[in-house]
Every structure is written in structure tokens, then in C-alpha cells.
């Protein structure tokens, strides 16, 4: 019963700010049922130092719930799957250059900048941290969260060209930077001696090769028995089938379920959509993931805004904190520019386009997951209340800041409404 009265507690709370949002504040979801849940918090503390008793009750709660088993081995899945779905895979595959190269190249150059600007920044501010901790948050504030991206753009109105740059790279990067964290994470435990060079090589060709081949295998079986029969409801199944399938064989398999997932989505969207369906199971199938993500992204949001319930952020990691937005926009910056300066030939690239992908590259709850994953052996507080400040910043201010950015810019454009 605990589970479910958690699970009912998030909801109360998701449908309730919910409420509040669209009647008065009327902020883009993602960020107004964050911003009531942070608010929340802030309250809650405030009446805890009163000694008000429950709100101790409703800290242990959350601090019961495992942040990252329910993002990274439960929700993460539905919401890539969602989103993977109604990605236009043509477009995708015409800026497949600058989508891959951002997101391997720039997710390493990124970890790479923020590691080494952290590690001379920490010892400024009171803490000495070796170099390979600040390799791990380099690792897990590089990737930009595709669904924090995809629920704020979805506000936006910019060109079909640089939503498919901004939304392709956050559904592959996350995946690379899990990879690059696993490894970081092995030479932080075991020393080099055991995460050698021929380690890493073959962690990353299973992890991300293999969850890529295990998309592919997955989406054409979905495909193929989409294409078999005509009934919507077991169509539906079938796709809540393959995530939830594929993610478990995926866990057993020791491969990357997110990149896994992300591939069978893009082919299930494509084609599935195109030559297995008839018109009533799109609609049907559309509306069950459309509303399936809302409802995740809902009570993710809320959960990241109550984490502030139980995390020990003192002044001085908000200070580092504050520094870490600067650096890791920064490191945004040279690790879009630096990889796509080099792609002119491939892909539209010029000065407007490249302060959207920088500023767009939005940081979530993968971020706080990886961090909260992290170990008391390690500076865990210290890298969680950096990450936290981090991602409160991207999702609120850059959140709120992309839509106008784009007007100024010149880079919006009439859209259908509800387009992904």
C-alpha cells in the first residue's frame, strides 16, 4: 500500500497544481507545476523550522521515494517513448550529422569543459574534490533532458530544421552521457587498473550499439504485427508492450534501455504510423501517449520540485551552484559551436540558430537522477545541490526565456497548433 498511496499522493498533488497553473498562473505546464511544487517546499520548510509536526510526515515521504528507480527504471521509458513517436524521422535523418555529432561529441566535450572548470571553481569555495568526482557531474549536467525539452517547446514556434536539431540530440545524448557516467563512475570505484581503456570501449559497444540494435529489433517487431491486424485496442497494447518489454530486456541485457527505446519509437512513429495503422488506431494511439506523457511529465515535475523537501543545501553549494549555471552554459556554448562549426557543409548553421541551441539545451531530471544515484562515499550532497541548483535554473529561466528568444531572434515561424 505504500507505493500506491505514493503514487496517489504525486497525483493529488500533479492534478491539484495542475488546477492552480492553467486557472491562474497559466505558465507551460513542465514549468508551472515545478514552480508551485518548489514554492511548495519552501513553505513547508519554513513551517518546519516553526515545528509544525506535519510537515515531517510529508519530508519522510519523499525522502522514501527513490528518485531514480522511478525516473531512470520506470518513467524514463514511457516519456522517451512518447516523444520518440512523433518525431518527424525524415527531417531527423537530413540533420543526422549535427543531431549525432552534438550528441557524442558535444556530451564529451561538455562533461570534459564542466569537469575541469569545477575542479579550479570548488577549492574558490571551501571544497577540495578530486578530479574524477568532477568528471562524474561534468557527466551528468552535460546531457540536455529531452523531456524537459519537449515539454517546453512544445510552446515554441521555431523552424521544423532546428526543433528536430535541439529535440534529436536530447532523445541520443542522454543515452551517451548514462554511458560516459557508468565509466567515470567505474574508474571512480575501481581505479584504472580495472576500467581500462578495452573496459570503457566495450562498455560503451554494449551499452549504446547494442541498445541501438535492440531498438531496431524491437520497433520492426512492432511494426510487423502493427501491420498484421486492425484492431486499436491491441495495437496500443502492443506498443505499451515493447516499452515496458524492452526496457526489462534491456536491464537483463546489460544494454542502454533509453537509446533502445528511443530507436523502436522512431520506427514505430514512422513507419509503424504511416503503413501499420489504420486512421482510427493513430487517433487512438496518439491520444494515448499524448495524454500517458502529460500525466508522467506532470508528476515528474512535481517530484523534482519536491525534492527540495529533503535535500541540505547550504549557502555555499548554492554560491557554487550559481557559478556551475555560468560554466555549464558556457560549456553549452563551445560544445554546440565547436562540433557544428565543423559541419557547415551538412547542416544550416549561423549565429541566431546556435544562442537557441545553446540556451535551449535544457537540464532535468535525468540530471538529478544520475546525481542522487551517486554513493555517501562520494561527495554526493555537495554534487546533488549543484545539479539541483542547475536544473531549477534551466527548467524556470531557460524554460521561460526560449519562447522569447526565438521571437527576437527571428526564428519563429506559424506552426500548427499541438505540433511536435
Not at 31 to 47: D, E, F, N, Y
Not at 83 to 99: F, I, P, Q, S, Y
Not at 123 to 138: Q, R, S, V
Amino acid at each position: 500500500m505504500e507505493l500506491y498511496n505514493t503514487l496517489t499522493l504525486l497525483l493529488v498533488i500533479a492534478a491539484a497544481f495542475g488546477y492552480i497553473n492553467h486557472r491562474f498562473l497559466r505558465l507551460p505546464a513542465t514549468i508551472g507545476l515545478m514552480v508551485l511544487a518548489l514554492v511548495s517546499s519552501l513553505v513547508a520548510i519554513a513551517l518546519g523550522r516553526l515545528g509544525v509536526p506535519w510537515v515531517m510526515s510529508a519530508s519522510e515521504l519523499v525522502r522514501n521515494i527513490d528518485f531514480h528507480d522511478v525516473l531512470m527504471d520506470v518513467m524514463l521509458s514511457f516519456l522517451l517513448f512518447a516523444g520518440a513517436l512523433h518525431v518527424d524521422v525524415r527531417t531527423l535523418g537530413n540533420e543526422r550529422w549535427a543531431v549525432g555529432t552534438m550528441a557524442v561529441v558535444g556530451t564529451l566535450l561538455s562533461t570534459l569543459l564542466v569537469a575541469t572548470g569545477i575542479f579550479y571553481l570548488l577549492p574558490l569555495m571551501g571544497f577540495d574534490t578530486p578530479y574524477i568526482y568532477c568528471l562524474l557531474f561534468g557527466a551528468l549536467i552535460s546531457p540536455t533532458d529531452p523531456i524537459a525539452v519537449m515539454g517546453i517547446l512544445k510552446q515554441a514556434r521555431i523552424s521544423k530544421s532546428l526543433e528536430i536539431k535541439i529535440v534529436g540530440e536530447s532523445l541520443f545524448n542522454d543515452g551517451i552521457a548514462v554511458v560516459v557516467f557508468i565509466s567515470l563512475y567505474e574508474i571512480a570505484v575501481y581505479g584504472t587498473d580495472k576500467a581500462t581503456p578495452a573496459f570503457i570501449g566495450e562498455l560503451f559497444l554494449r551499452e549504446a550499439l547494442g541498445g541501438i540494435l535492440l531498438g531496431v529489433g524491437l520497433g520492426y517487431a512492432a511494426y510487423w504485427a502493427l501491420r498484421t491486424i486492425d484492431n486499436y485496442k491491441v495495437e496500443v497494447l502492443i506498443t505499451l508492450a515493447l516499452v515496458m518489454g524492452g526496457t526489462a530486456l534491456a536491464s537483463a541485457w546489460h544494454t542502454s534501455g533509453p537509446l533502445a527505446i528511443v530507436v523502436a519509437g522512431l520506427i514505430v512513429g514512422d513507419k509503424g504510423r504511416e503503413k501499420g495503422m489504420s486512421d482510427l488506431t493513430r487517433e487512438y494511439l496518439d491520444k494515448f501517449w499524448e495524454m500517458l506523457d502529460e500525466i508522467l511529465n506532470a508528476v515528474l515535475f512535481v517530484l523534482i520540485g519536491l525534492e527540495m523537501l529533503v535535500l541540505d543545501i547550504s549557502n555555499a553549494v548554492l554560491l557554487v551552484g550559481a557559478a556551475a549555471i555560468v560554466l555549464t552554459l558556457l560549456a553549452r556554448f563551445v560544445s554546440v559551436a565547436l562540433p557544428l562549426s565543423f559541419l557547415r557543409r551538412y547542416t544550416t548553421f549561423n549565429a541566431p540558430t546556435l544562442r537557441v541551441l545553446s540556451w535551449g539545451g535544457l537540464r532535468g531530471g535525468i540530471s538529478v537522477a544520475l546525481a542522487l544515484s551517486l554513493p555517501p562515499t562520494m561527495p554526493r550532497d555537495l554534487i546533488v545541490g549543484i545539479t539541483y541548483v542547475v536544473v531549477v535554473f534551466s527548467i524556470i529561466v531557460q524554460g521561460l526565456t526560449i519562447g522569447p528568444l526565438v521571437k527576437k531572434l527571428g526564428l519563429s515561424t506559424e506552426a500548427e497548433p499541438g505540433m511536435h
